[in-house]
C-alpha cells in the first residue's frame, strides 16, 4: 500500500485541508510524493528567480499557511515524464472533482498544465504540471 514519507506529510500538513483530502483519496491508487507546500519569502523568491514561478513573494497561492497550493509529482519522481505527469493530474482533477460534487471539499482545484482549464494543454503559455491550487470559493446571495 502506498504511504507518505515523512517529508511528504509534512509538506501536505502545510497545506489547506482540500488538498490534503485530495492527494489523501489520490495517493491508495496513484503513488506520489509532496515536493512543495508552503513556500516562505525567500524560497519563493528563488523559485521565481530561476523560473520555476511567475510571481514574487507574497503573490503565490504557496505563501500563505495554510498554503492554498502544493507541488506533487506521481512517483517515482522523473521530470522529464510529462506524459505521465499530465496522466497523474487527470486522476488528481477527476478526483478533485468528484470529491466537490460530493461536498466533501469546498473548493475547486486548478492544475498548473491547464490554467485556464479549458481542457486544452497546448495553449498555455507557462507549464507548471506539479502544481496544484485552490480557486476562490464562489458566494451565492
Same mark, same amino acid.
Given at each position: 500500500?502506498?504511504?507518505? /514519507?515523512?517529508?511528504?506529510?509534512?509538506?501536505?500538513n502545510e497545506c489547506h485541508r482540500d488538498l490534503? $483530502?485530495?492527494? #489523501?483519496?489520490?495517493?491508495? +491508487? %496513484?503513488?506520489?510524493?509532496? $515536493?512543495?507546500? =508552503?513556500?516562505? #519569502?525567500?524560497?519563493?523568491?528563488?523559485? %521565481? #528567480?530561476?523560473? %520555476? /514561478?511567475?510571481?514574487? +513573494?507574497?503573490? /503565490?497561492?504557496?505563501?500563505?499557511?495554510?498554503?492554498?497550493?502544493?507541488?506533487?509529482?506521481?512517483?517515482?519522481? *522523473?521530470? #522529464?515524464?510529462?506524459?505521465?505527469?499530465?496522466?497523474?493530474?487527470?486522476?488528481?482533477?477527476? =478526483?478533485?472533482?468528484?470529491?466537490?460534487?460530493?461536498?466533501?471539499?469546498?473548493h475547486e482545484i486548478r492544475w498548473g498544465g491547464?490554467? *485556464?482549464?479549458?481542457?486544452?494543454?497546448?495553449?498555455n503559455k507557462f507549464q507548471d504540471y506539479p502544481? +496544484?491550487?485552490?480557486?476562490?470559493?464562489?458566494?451565492?446571495?
Open positions: 500500500m502506498n504511504a507518505y /514519507s515523512k517529508i511528504s506529510q509534512v509538506r501536505l490534503q $483530502i485530495v492527494f #489523501e483519496k489520490v495517493l491508495p +491508487y %496513484f503513488d506520489h510524493s509532496i $515536493i512543495c507546500g =508552503t513556500r516562505g #519569502e525567500q524560497e519563493q523568491n528563488v523559485a %521565481f #528567480e530561476s523560473g %520555476f /514561478s511567475k510571481v514574487k +513573494y507574497p503573490n /503565490s497561492k504557496h505563501n500563505s499557511y495554510p498554503s492554498m497550493a502544493v507541488d506533487v509529482m506521481p512517483y517515482p519522481i *522523473d521530470w #522529464e515524464d510529462e506524459k505521465r505527469m499530465i496522466f497523474f493530474a487527470g486522476f488528481v482533477m477527476a =478526483t478533485a472533482k468528484r470529491l466537490k460534487k460530493e461536498k466533501k471539499i469546498s491547464d490554467w *485556464d482549464r479549458d481542457l486544452d494543454l497546448k495553449d502544481h +496544484y491550487e485552490l480557486l476562490k470559493q464562489k458566494v451565492y446571495e
